[in-house]
């Protein structure tokens, strides 16, 4: 699987979800595209991530 053009081995099949937090990542200050297709955040515990997938994850960064 790629996530922001980066080889990342998935192994088991998991949700967008759980994937996620297992790496940490902010749910409610990021942004996912996956396949070229942005993912609601209500489906991330729905989507199931395959090795074939291509994920961009976007963080929102607040400043001013």
Do not use: C, Q, W
Request: charged letters at 35%; glycine letters at 10%.
């Amino acid at each position: 699987m790629r996530v922001n053009g980066k080889d990342v081995v998935l192994g088991e099949r998991r949700t967008l979800e759980v994937f996620l937090r297992e790496h940490r990542y902010p749910l409610e200050r990021i942004a996912v595209e996956k396949n070229h297709e942005i993912v609601p955040k209500s489906r991330y515990g729905e989507v199931v991530l395959t090795e074939a997938d291509t994920l961009e994850i976007v963080s929102f960064v607040g400043g001013g």
